[in-house]
């Protein structure tokens, strides 16, 4: 059963940084298409980043130059690195693999983890 399982989250200050990490077990991680969505309560769940099996990557216009999203295939770990953070960012973050391409829509994804809080404090 794949599993995905993410930490890192938490309270900063805004203009601060944060990297999340997205641990999956439970199935070849190098075949997964990644990608992180968040969500604020009372919201849809939104496109963050994501990143295909060959590293090519794709990036909501709010993260765009800020954020980078990257994978660890050796470690079965994708992450999701952070910086120039605005409270506006404060949301739960959730990972999601495919087995296709799920690229932003939240429908393309099989599996998703449980979320971390990300909260950035002006």
């Known amino acids: 059963q794949v599993q995905l399982v993410e930490s890192g989250g938490g309270l900063v200050q805004a203009g601060g940084s944060q990297r999340l990490s997205c641990a999956v077990s439970?199935?070849?991680?190098?075949?997964?298409?990644i990608g992180w969505f968040r969500q604020v309560l009372g919201k849809e769940r939104e496109f963050v980043a994501s990143?295909?099996?060959?590293?090519?990557?794709n990036y909501a216009a709010t993260a765009k130059g800020r954020f980078i999203i990257s994978r660890d295939n050796d470690k079965t770990t994708g992450y999701l690195q952070m910086d120039s953070l605005k409270p506006e960012d404060t949301a739960v973050y959730y990972c999601?693999?495919?087995?296709?391409?799920?690229?932003?829509?939240?429908?393309?994804?099989?599996?998703w983890g449980q979320g971390t809080q990300v909260t950035v404090s002006s």
């Open positions: 999601a693999a495919s087995w296709t391409s799920g690229w932003a829509s939240r429908d393309g994804y099989d599996y």
């Open positions: 990143i295909s099996r060959h590293g090519n990557t």
């Open positions: 439970g199935g070849v991680f190098s075949s997964f298409f």
